[in-house]
Each structure stands twice: as structure tokens, then as C-alpha cells.
């Protein structure tokens, strides 16, 4: 089991930058895959980001590709998402999600992702 709580959120500019943080808890961080999902308000939750346990692969959605950075320092227990040039579609509430399956590869789908974090909120004004 693992407990993850975001950081980071606030309000931001368009263009601006903010960096999100997912502090683990609980089974050795360093052996599972960790994404990135937000949820804007009246919309499905969707995926922004997955990152394999040692940190050597990782993927985007094709809506954040080459704005947002998915980061991660298993000392520390913690993956970070950088995210740079923000634009007001962007926000949302930000999930970071544990996927303890051991898959060969990185999902984008949330029900495969077994712990959740309570969601920090990013709001880019225009």
C-alpha cells in the first residue's frame, strides 16, 4: 500500500510555470510507475504524464508534449511534474497515481493505476 499527497498547485498567469509535487509513503517508492491525471470541472479525468519506477521512460499526453517535464528522485520518495507555458485549458485538478501492476509499459488509463492522491488544483488565468 502507498499514500500520495500532492503539492505545488496555486494560481498561475498564462505562460507561466508551476511545478507539482507527489511525496510516497508506504511500499518502496522505487518500484512502481507513477502518472500524472487532472480533471477540469464538467470533464473526465485524463491523463498528463506516467514515469517507469527507475525513471528511464516516460510518457505524455499529446496536449502537454514539450510544455510539461514528468521528473522523479526515488531517494526522496517523490515525482514532480514541471510544467511550463500554461495555458488556461490547462486548468484543472492535478492526481498523481501509483501503478503497482509491474506492466511492461507505461499506461495512460487511470484504472490502472491503484493509489490515488487527493489532487492539488492549478488554475491558469488568461
Known amino acids: 500500500q502507498v499514500q500520495l499527497v500532492e503539492s505545488g498547485g496555486g494560481l498561475v498567469q498564462a505562460g507561466g510555470s508551476l511545478r507539482l509535487s507527489c511525496a510516497a509513503s508506504?511500499?518502496?517508492?522505487?518500484?512502481?510507475?507513477m502518472g500524472w491525471f487532472r480533471q477540469a470541472p464538467g470533464k473526465e479525468r485524463e491523463f498528463v504524464a506516467a514515469i517507469a519506477y527507475r525513471g528511464d521512460s516516460t510518457d505524455y499526453a499529446d496536449s502537454v508534449k514539450g510544455r510539461f517535464t514528468i521528473s522523479r528522485v526515488n531517494a526522496k520518495r517523490t515525482s514532480y511534474l514541471q510544467m511550463n507555458n500554461l495555458k488556461a485549458e490547462d486548468t484543472a485538478v492535478y492526481y498523481c497515481?501509483?501503478?503497482?501492476?509491474?506492466?511492461?509499459?507505461?499506461?495512460?488509463?487511470?484504472?490502472?493505476?491503484?493509489?490515488w492522491g487527493q489532487g492539488t488544483q492549478v488554475t491558469v488565468s488568461s
Open positions: 508506504g511500499r518502496t517508492f522505487g518500484t512502481y510507475s
Open positions: 497515481a501509483a501503478d503497482f501492476s509491474g506492466r511492461y509499459y507505461l499506461s495512460s488509463l487511470g484504472r490502472e493505476y491503484e493509489y
